[in-house]
């Protein structure tokens, strides 16, 4: 398994922007899947995004257009911009990836949109 560490929540005013990063405990070219989700107070866990290493991107459609995941190769770390917050993307943000068929996720990183 690899370990996760996400970084970069806070509270954020309605139309503000968000990086969250997470950092792996291997080399981030070595895990074929990764992705983001997030869950809501009440709610079950989504995904929001993911990327794997053929270079296939995935957006929920509540996010499209909004967030953009990337990976860091340098620093064996993924991203999450997150542009155009609304109060709906208030949720713990999760790190998830997949390594040889073991899944691995981070503690969480919460994200709060004011209004």
């Known amino acids: 398994q690899v370990q996760l560490v996400e970084s970069g929540g806070g509270l954020v005013q309605v139309g503000g922007s968000l990086r969250l990063s997470c950092a792996t405990s291997t080399s981030i070219f070595s895990i074929n899947f990764m992705a983001w989700h997030r869950q809501a107070p009440g709610k079950q866990r989504e995904l929001v995004a993911s990327?794997?290493?053929?270079?296939?991107?995935y957006y929920a459609d509540a996010v499209k257009g909004r967030f953009t995941i990337s990976r860091d190769s340098a620093k064996d770390t993924l991203y999450l911009e997150m542009n155009n917050l609304k109060p709906d993307d208030t949720a713990v943000y999760y790190c998830?990836?997949?390594?040889?068929?073991?899944?691995?996720w981070g503690q969480g990183t919460q994200v709060t949109v004011s209004s």
């Open positions: 998830y990836a997949n390594l040889r068929g073991f899944n691995s």
């Open positions: 990327t794997s290493n053929d270079g296939n991107t």
